[in-house]
């Protein structure tokens, strides 16, 4: 998929606002999905075509993270259990993107875990995620069957 | 993984549009212009979040379609440095393992990036985990389709706007003393990616996800 770099040096932005919760994106992209549907003739016509694309694989790869799973309130809860916790934002934005479920995992997400969290803070990190994040259920069928706990220590 | 970028511009709207209320008009065509293209030093357009301020619409002479400053926030992939990604290896090739997340593919893990020792074989043309345990050397294959976890280490933007046509070529009669200059890049064939994530796979935890799963 080739991409084209636009705009001059004459175009003005701003800068970035803030990072943007990657469940906002997909829950922005299913909305924006089922209202071109009742559009009709527009979303078709040649200059669409690229929102097209691009939204049908941003959909397709968002689908399959844990982002596609968590509403506004699951992720209003899940900040408001972490304030304790003192994660900066860019560490508690992984956590819900990725929903790290052992504590190698952890340790990549948070900057100096060793120095910062003890290791049953860290498990109790790992447990509250899996509580207030839902998990993918093809994966947790998967393994319920197998009887494998997830995780290494 | 992504930003929300607030962003000006200027958007023509043409007569036969007139119809259409404004703002949706406006956003058809701001999608139109920046959706899954590259903005240089920005990142990945996704899609139009919301139009903050509408300006006055200007009709100018000779020209029957308005125009209107728009102040708008747009959805941009962007991932911050040292951001954890998951993606799928497209292929490997001497330059290291290319991966792509579908909706973006030019994402690039360089040899010294990946977990060492790693070799190249050429016969599969893939790279390989040279693991070493106590029981002996056990090779870990980064196949194509698999699903690989890596940070990210750098990002390049190239500007690959329109450039100006290349200096004449040989065809072009020289001048008596004059050196011809060769034609500045036999750029024709290949298109840079305007931007590239670099990768790394060298810490604990990084790399394809079934090397780390029980």
Redesign the interface.
């Known amino acids: 998929m080739t991409c084209y770099s636009l705009f001059s040096q004459t175009d003005q932005f701003v800068t970035f606002t803030f990072f943007f919760f990657t469940a906002q994106v997909f829950k922005l992209l299913i909305d924006l999905k089922e209202q071109r549907k009742d559009g009709g003739k527009s979303k078709h016509s040649a200059g669409q075509q690229n929102l097209n694309t691009i939204m049908y694989e941003t959909l397709k790869y968002l689908s399959k993270t844990p982002s596609s799973r968590q509403s506004p309130e699951i992720v209003k809860e899940f900040l408001t259990t972490m304030m304790p916790h003192k994660l900066t934002k860019a560490e508690k934005l992984q956590l819900l993107n990725h929903r790290p479920q052992t504590a190698v995992e952890i340790q990549l997400m948070v900057e100096e875990s060793e120095e910062r969290l003890s290791e049953e803070q860290i498990e109790e990190l790992i447990q509250t995620i899996s509580d207030h994040l839902p998990g993918d259920p093809e994966q947790e069928k998967a393994a319920a069957e197998t009887d494998e706990g997830g995780g290494q220590s | 993984?992504?930003?929300?970028?607030?962003?000006?511009?200027t958007v023509r709207i043409p007569p036969w549009n007139f119809d259409r209320q404004l703002n949706e008009a406006m956003a058809?065509e701001l999608?139109?212009?920046?959706?899954?293209?590259?903005?240089?030093n920005?990142g990945?357009?996704?899609?139009l979040?919301d139009i903050t301020k509408l300006e006055d619409s200007y009709i100018f002479p000779g020209d029957g379609a308005s125009h209107t400053k728009v102040h708008f926030?747009y959805?941009?992939?962007?991932p911050?440095l040292d951001?954890?990604l998951?993606g799928k290896i497209k292929y490997c090739s001497q330059e290291g393992v290319h991966v792509t997340?579908?909706?973006f593919?030019?994402i690039l893990i360089p040899p010294e990036s990946l977990q060492q020792p790693a070799k190249f074989d050429e016969a599969e043309q893939v790279w390989v985990w040279e693991y070493e345990t106590d029981e002996g050397g056990h090779d870990l294959y980064m196949d194509q389709g698999e699903e690989i976890r890596f940070?990210v280490a750098d990002q390049v933007?190239?500007?690959?706007?329109p450039t100006g046509p290349a200096v004449a070529a040989s065809d072009a009669p020289a001048q008596a003393g004059q050196a011809t200059a060769p034609p500045a890049e036999a750029s024709e064939g290949k298109?840079e990616?305007?931007?590239t994530l670099i990768g790394t796979i060298c810490?604990?935890?990084?790399g394809l996800l079934s090397w780390?799963n029980?």
């Open positions: 993984m992504f930003v929300l970028v607030e962003m000006v511009d058809e999608n139109k212009k920046l959706a899954n293209k590259v903005v240089y920005v990945l357009c996704i899609c979040y926030r959805v941009v992939f962007h911050f951001e954890i998951t997340m579908g909706f593919d030019d940070r933007f190239v500007d690959t706007s298109k990616a305007p931007y810490e604990s935890g990084l780390w029980s």
